[in-house]
């Protein structure tokens, strides 16, 4: 195992050709500014150097605690924020830095799903203009006009024609959620960033979202980025996923290796967490893995991360090399059954 | 949950053009409703709000015909009757100064005149007035606080300045002032009407702060909600997001100040007019009368209720509709 650090050169390098996006070392760091003349006194590394990519059809599952910088990387993807570097390629195209104009056209392609459906929609607005703002900032001329359009989305998000005309106060949680899906939807897009999107739905009406998702995917061929904290949602829906922590990426791999045999130790200690609802069965556990293990202290601020890896100050493998040199995030072992890598940055991996 | 309704998607897809649109007899049942229609059905429910709503469209309609109603009121505002004043004394003969047939409030001291027909185009003035400065404070009001709340930075910072020097302005002193600067005629605008334009920029102008800082307030947390950022993300530019995703979450905030602001603006133009820097003699206006009154008050109080209960009963009922409005837009507000 090698232990250079990764660079920019070696993760265009690393670049699948086939995917719809691909990230190399982004970067999101927020300044903080103080006294009267607004000098930068630090900054907050929201998001510090993450690679990955997303092949069409594909969902990706972004999960790490609060903090970590997934719901940044998600508006980093849909460009609501311009990265500090690291490029944005979708299609073979740099998006990182294109103005709002440049954008334009590109937002038919990306689109987003938000957390909160109670701020995702507009208060004053009724459903039909609120799914059929798309069509108007587009400039999109639809054969059977907007309206038709409006309704055909809604059916296909599972909710009734008839409700073009009313307000968003008017419907529940989940049938909020999926107006916001039906206006992700209307541009026809490749890649939706979902950020969030079922943690503020009650569990009965998670599944529904979630199975909605998943349909949509089928029938649209539509690559997701689903960002979420939920392990079982994750899991559910993903089909390979990335774990964050402070900033970074410290493995990414497909949903079933992850989830049985995670070789970062964070994500090891995650996994230990996802509650399995029958005590008898235990196979649902990383491999010899039975007790959960409790991670001592907090996150460390992202302002002042720690050097090198940085969660020495909370693992239990620690060593010197930990605190002084960065693992890069690195192929171990072979592809998995549907081709995919097992990348970790550590190491002393585990379960190897 | 596929609970499509099966009816009417499945006539769309039956008959596709030709069949009825979904919004016919169906949908009619399901139109749904705006907050704005909400907080009115609220109002409509309110018994003060409604009764005072009465009263304010009364005034306002009375404002708004006074010159078709006052030359037809006791011969006008600006007829003498000299016959019914007291030479002696140059009160009002009869009781309750004057009150007859003819002039059911009675008419003035000194001249005679026509009690009725000025409170009435007195109310012309004052309504013109008070109006015209609230849309000029709501105006004024929305554009500083859109453009310190969405922009921030330093047009934020430009912003707050100057609604804490509008604020801090001695805006009576300031009136006064500038009032004695009028010149008979200019613009092509007659003493009346200029001296009119003065008061409206004078309590519009200087009004405008106030408001300013709440629509700041409200674009502060509107700008931050995910449906500006969803917007966004469909490629929408700045003015999209400011005038059709912003501005209609500021309309029950305007309406609720503005409802409150135009008793206030009455009660400043009545104020000017009663320190005689408002609308000239011998244009009536009801803070012009009430000064008028003064100085009789003792022989002829009828002079100084007539002009005082049309600014109390205009004022409190504009106030009791405002707060109306306010407790429709916001019912968890409470009394």
Same mark, same amino acid.
């Given at each position: 195992m090698s232990t250079e650090p990764s660079s920019l050169a070696e993760g265009l390098k690393q670049a699948d050709p086939d995917a719809l996006l691909s990230v190399s070392g982004l970067k999101k760091h927020f300044p903080i500014k103080r006294g009267v003349l607004q000098r930068q006194v630090g900054a907050v590394q929201a998001v510090d150097g993450i690679d990955f990519s997303v092949r069409p059809g594909e969902t990706l599952g972004l999960v790490g605690e609060s903090g970590c910088g997934k719901s940044t990387t998600g508006r980093l993807l849909t460009r609501l924020l311009e990265p500090t570097a690291g490029s944005i390629m979708f299609e073979g195209r740099?998006?990182? /830095?294109?103005s709002t104009g440049q954008l334009r056209p590109l937002r038919r392609d990306i689109q987003m799903v938000f957390q909160d459906p109670q701020s995702s929609?507009?208060?004053? /607005?009724t459903v039909g203009t609120i799914v059929g703002a798309p069509f108007h900032i587009q400039g999109i001329e639809t054969p059977n006009g907007v309206k038709r359009a409006v309704q055909d989305l809604l059916s296909l998000v599972g909710l009734s024609p008839e409700h073009y005309n009313r307000y968003p106060h008017e419907f529940s949680g989940g049938q909020r959620q999926r107006i916001g899906i039906a206006r992700a939807l209307a541009l026809k897009p490749k890649l939706i960033v979902a950020d969030e999107p079922v943690s503020a739905l009650d569990v009965s009406i998670q599944a529904q979202v979630v199975n909605l998702l998943e349909d949509l995917q089928q029938e649209l061929n539509l690559a997701y980025v689903f960002i979420a904290h939920d392990l079982s949602v994750v899991r559910h829906i993903s089909d390979r996923v990335a774990v964050m922590y402070l900033g970074k990426i410290v493995e990414i791999a497909d949903q079933a290796v992850l989830y049985t045999?995670?070789?970062?130790p964070y994500t090891t200690a995650l996994m230990s967490a996802v509650p399995i609802p029958d005590p008898d069965r235990k196979e649902g556990r990383a491999e010899g893995q039975v007790e959960r293990i409790r991670l001592v202290g907090d996150v460390p601020s992202p302002i002042n991360p720690p050097p090198a890896c940085r969660f020495n100050t909370r693992c239990w493998k620690a060593q010197d090399i930990c605190r002084t040199q960065e693992p890069p995030l690195l192929q171990i072992g072979g592809r998995s059954e549907a081709g995919f890598e097992h990348q970790v940055a550590c190491h002393f991996p585990e379960n190897v | 949950m596929t609970t499509l309704p099966g009816d009417a998607s499945a006539l769309q897809d039956d008959?596709?053009?030709?069949?009825?649109?979904?919004?016919t007899p169906a949908a009619k049942a399901i139109e749904g409703r705006s907050l704005t229609q909400i907080a009115w059905t609220r109002l409509k429910r309110d018994k003060v709000a409604m009764v005072a709503m009465c009263v304010v469209v009364f005034m306002c309609l009375l404002g708004a015909t006074a010159s078709l109603i006052a030359p037809h009121l006791g011969g006008g505002p600006n007829l003498p009757h000299t016959l019914l004043i007291d030479g002696d004394t140059s009160l009002p003969k009869g009781s309750a100064g004057g009150m007859d047939s003819a002039h059911w409030l009675g008419v003035d001291p000194?001249?005679?005149?026509d009690l009725a027909a000025r409170v009435v185009k007195g109310a012309q003035w004052s309504l013109l007035i008070s109006f015209a400065a609230t849309a000029l404070t709501v105006i004024l009001g929305l554009v500083a606080g859109l453009l310190a709340g969405y922009f921030g930075g330093w047009v934020d910072g430009i912003v707050n300045w100057l609604m804490a020097v509008f604020l801090a302005f001695p805006v009576v002193l300031f009136g006064i002032a500038l009032a004695s600067g009028v010149p008979p005629h200019a613009f092509g605008f007659s003493y009346v009407w200029l001296r009119v334009t003065l008061l409206i920029i004078v309590i519009g102008g200087f009004g405008w702060a106030y408001f300013g800082r709440i629509v700041r307030g409200q674009v502060l947390t509107l700008r931050e909600k995910e449906f500006v950022d969803a917007s966004r993300s469909l490629g929408a530019g700045e003015l999209r997001i400011v005038f059709r995703e912003i501005m209609p979450n500021l309309i029950a905030p305007t309406l609720v100040f503005a409802s409150l602001a135009i008793p206030a603006n009455i009660l400043a133009e009545a104020a000017f007019s009663f320190l005689g820097v408002g609308i000239p003699l011998p244009e009536p206006s009801w803070g012009g009368m009430l000064n008028d009154s003064l100085s009789q008050y003792q022989y002829d109080p009828a002079y100084l209720f007539v002009p005082g209960l049309a600014i109390f009963v205009t004022v409190l009922a504009f106030n009791l509709f405002g707060d109306g409005v306010r407790d429709a837009f916001d019912p968890k507000a409470g009394r």
């Open positions: 740099d998006i990182a /830095h294109l929609l507009n208060p004053r /607005h045999k995670p070789h970062h | 008959f596709g053009d030709l069949a009825p649109d979904p919004g000194t001249f005679g005149r």
